[in-house]
């Protein structure tokens, strides 16, 4: 189950990508970077995730276990600015690239954006659930009982809901991931945007909107494979 949502995420991302470079030269126009840029963005929680992995096995390995849980606490940061760059693709869903003079057909655009979006969404709840994997197996051990816990509930709430905020500061305040390291300047900007009359409502609105999207998201997509693991582990055990 979880090898198939790989391969159907990578797809999309494989699929998208052709989609914006082939543009160009099958409609004699020009590439639009930018999206090429967010889908390479998209991708880089899961490569952190990987990364993260790689190195605490190494470190568990040696036996450095501080280091071990050092690299967990720093990849568990970064991984989380970096996801709303996978979630943020869903505001490519507009025609906005679309030029005048350009004959490009509009399905052909409207396949490519909703293309791009549904790879951020499941890249989105991909990310979600492998740390949720990851974070039951460290907290309960091998068993998949655990991936419906309180907490584990409650993490990938919190999870959702900043992402989705971070999915509104990259559109409307175009802050990015690595803005964080200047965290002064950067909070200077948010607190000065969300001052103009209107826009803290909405922030909510949106926060709340696409929460609710994503998490409705990860309930069709996730649940199903949850229910999977529990099920094979209840068919061991008995």
């Known amino acids: 189950m979880l090898e198939s949502l790989l391969m159907g995420v990578a797809g999309l991302v494989a699929l998208a990508a052709v989609l914006v470079i082939a543009r160009g030269p099958l409609f004699g126009t020009r590439i639009y970077r930018p999206m090429l840029l967010n889908l390479a ?23 450095a276990h501080v280091v071990a849980t050092a690299i967990v606490v720093v990849c568990a940061v970064v991984w989380l600015l970096a996801l709303p760059n996978a979630a943020y693709l869903v505001t490519e869903l507009n ?29 989105t709840v991909l990310n979600v659930f492998l740390v949720q994997l990851e974070y039951t197996l460290v907290r309960s051990g091998d068993t998949a009982a655990g991936l419906t816990a309180t907490d584990v509930r409650v993490l990938v709430g919190v999870v959702l809901v900043l992402v989705s905020f971070g999915v509104w500061l990259g ?34 609105g949106f926060t709340v909107v696409a929460t609710a999207f994503f998490a409705t998201m990860y309930l069709v997509v996730i649940g199903p494979v949850i ?12």
Do not use: C, F
């Open 227 to 238: 229910q999977g693991l529990i099920a094979i582990e209840q068919a061991r055990g008995s």
């Open 41 to 63: 963005l998209s991708v880089t929680p899961l490569v952190v995730l990987a990364g993260s992995i790689i190195m605490w096995a190494v470190a568990t390995a040696l036996g």
């Open 95 to 123: 025609l906005n690239h679309r030029r005048p003079g350009e004959h490009v057909p509009e399905w052909y655009d409207v396949l490519l954006v909703l293309v791009l979006a549904m790879s951020g969404v499941l890249s």
């Open 171 to 204: 559109r409307n305040v175009r802050v990015n991931s690595w803005d964080v390291v200047r965290p002064w300047r950067l909070a200077a900007r948010v607190v000065a945007h969300l001052r103009t009359p209107g826009t803290a409502v909405n922030a909510l």
